[in-house]
């Protein structure tokens, strides 16, 4: 053994390098743990996977059938967004079926935290129109269906640089409409 050697076996183990790399793994992946757990569970973060999506999974096909009911009765919208109200004209193959009330649900593609949901009633023109929030400038979704919820609409915007809305059983943009709504309350 040469004097050198004697010198580093003679130090205290916190002089050494070892101990300290073999101690601050375990303390780096505890700290890191600790911290995914508080951006997981503590802060709010918008999600935009729902929360059941096996549940929201089964109730796509009843989303379709009211996608196809809204057809068989030959319906289609035309909505006109301003800043702080929306006006929609509703046409049926019959006036009978058109409702008093119409339920619109104006979503954003990856915020919910800025969906609405307004109740627009019928004037005596015959057009729907109710108060909105303002939509700030983004892609916007808009689900039409009646008060019992027995058919349904979608068509979607450009918002500010559209202002006119089509809306229609099957919007013409989409493979399957059903694909593109967040998971209603169905």
């Known amino acids: 053994m040469s004097v050198g050697s004697q010198t580093l076996d003679n130090q205290p183990w916190y002089r050494h390098g070892w101990p300290w790399f073999l101690f601050g793994l375990p303390a780096v992946s505890v700290v890191v743990g600790i911290a ?3 951006i997981a569970n503590v802060w709010e973060v918008d999600s935009i996977v729902a929360g059941d ?13 009211r996608f196809r009911q809204a057809q068989s009765l030959g319906l289609s919208a035309h909505a006109t967004v ?21 339920r619109l649900n104006i979503i954003h593609p990856t915020q919910d935290r800025f969906d609405q949901i307004v109740l627009l009633q019928r004037g005596e023109d015959g057009v729907y129109s109710g ?9 916007w979704q808009f689900q039409l269906e ?9 068509g979607d915007a450009n918002i500010p640089m559209e202002t ?9 943009g989409r493979i399957n409409p059903a694909e593109s709504l967040r998971p209603s309350d169905s």
Request: glycine share 4%.
């Open 164 to 172: 006119e809305v089509s809306i229609e059983p099957f919007h013409s």
């Open 131 to 139: 108060p909105i929030k303002p939509l700030h400038a983004s892609r």
């Open 82 to 102: 301003r800043e702080d109200t929306l006006s929609i004209k509703l046409s049926a193959t019959q006036e009978k079926d058109l409702p008093a009330v119409l």
């Open 53 to 65: 999506y096996a549940k929201d999974g089964k109730g796509v096909e009843l989303r379709v059938e």
């Open 36 to 38: 995914l757990y508080v």
């Open 146 to 154: 009646d008060e019992t919820r027995a058919w349904s609409m979608t």
